[in-house]
């Protein structure tokens, strides 16, 4: 299924959704509720969102945290919402993190007076980490792909100037913090497969 837009501007760019309210501004219940009907009706096993501190304390990341999070645990709440559909219990929530020992790595390329302030996750906190440097290629193409976000965004284009190397470090694994929601949860399928 294609990614589902909900429409929001970036809280930094309004223009990025002309005319629409940026994400942070929503009031908090109406996206809960959005969230709950495309989780009730896509019966995801596995939600996967940023880590409460956004990676790097971006409020629209931070603020996506706290509505995954929610929106999880209400649509499996019969009598929350009955008319967004049958009630559905995910069965684990991934975290997006980077590694402390990644963040440690690309401190001193990015510039001093970036407002990007990444907060690494100790190693015994990391729960799982991918390999996915096989999808490099896959993935720089998905970021260049969105021309707007790279000629306007600060981070994107510091993103842009690290070396080879340290894009490779970053885009080459992914790190998540697990939180079930129910007994055993659910593991993240081995090897992730993407959609082409």
Request: glycine share 6%; aromatic share 8%; hydrophobic share 40%.
């Amino acid at each position: 299924e294609p990614p589902i837009m909900l429409g929001y501007a970036d809280c930094f760019v309004p223009e990025s959704a002309p005319g629409q309210p940026r994400l942070i501004d929503v009031p908090f219940d109406d996206a809960v509720r959005l969230l709950v009907e495309h989780i009730r009706r896509l019966r995801p096993e596995v939600i996967v969102t940023y880590n409460a501190y956004g990676i790097y304390g971006h409020p629209d990341h931070m603020h996506a945290h706290r509505l995954a999070v929610i929106a999880a645990d209400a649509a499996a709440i019969g009598s929350y919402a009955p008319e967004l559909g049958e009630p559905w219990q995910t069965r684990s929530l991934y975290f997006a993190t980077l590694p402390k020992a990644t963040v440690d790595e690309l401190r001193p390329h990015l510039a001093e007076d970036s407002k990007i302030r990444i907060a690494g996750t100790a190693p015994d906190l990391v729960d799982v980490l991918l390999d996915l440097r096989y999808r490099l290629g896959d993935k720089i193409r998905a970021i260049t792909s969105h021309k707007t976000e790279l000629a306007r965004s600060k981070s994107m284009q510091q993103f842009a100037a690290l070396p080879r190397d340290m894009q490779r470090l970053f885009l080459g694994w992914e790190a998540y913090r697990r939180r079930d929601l129910v007994p055993g949860g659910c593991d993240l399928p081995e090897p992730l497969e993407f959609a082409d």
